[in-house]
């Protein structure tokens, strides 16, 4: 006999940053590494765009969200942060899946920052040719 958990728990990454979310019924409320979602991201774009997942599903005000997040800038953190979200819904009811995936929530943004090549001031760029 297994028991049915209400919290359910997920992780993502975007860019170096790793965001593990922690959901369970309840009245709306996120915190970010144990600070309010307000105060750990400014900008109300940022705050929009980790919202997404909750408003495409309208459950906006019905599940709180508890995130840790590591590693990156801002905009890495919101990404890691979004991607787990739409995972852990998609966790706690697969029929919210089809949603998701339309409005491409569901898909890891592989996108990382190149490393700098040997004789070069940079990835791709090069030093000043002369030709005399």
């Not at 030093?127 to 005399?132: A, I, L, P, V």
Request: aromatic share 6%.
């Amino acid at each position: 006999m297994t028991v049915q958990s209400s919290q359910v728990l997920a992780s993502g990454r975007r860019k170096c940053a790793v965001a593990s979310v922690r959901i369970k019924p309840g009245t709306g409320k996120i915190k970010v590494n144990g600070k309010s979602f307000e105060g750990y991201f400014q900008t109300e774009a940022i705050r929009g765009f980790i919202q997404q997942p909750l408003k495409v599903t309208s459950m906006f005000g019905a599940i709180d969200v508890f995130a840790t997040v590591k590693g990156g800038g801002i905009a890495g953190q919101a990404g890691a942060l979004r991607f787990s979200i739409a995972r852990a819904l998609t966790e706690k009811n697969p029929e919210l899946r089809p949603v998701l995936k339309g409005s491409g929530m569901l898909t890891r943004d592989a996108r990382v920052k190149e490393r700098k090549k040997t004789g070069r001031p940079g990835a791709r760029r090069r030093f000043q040719f002369s030709k005399r």
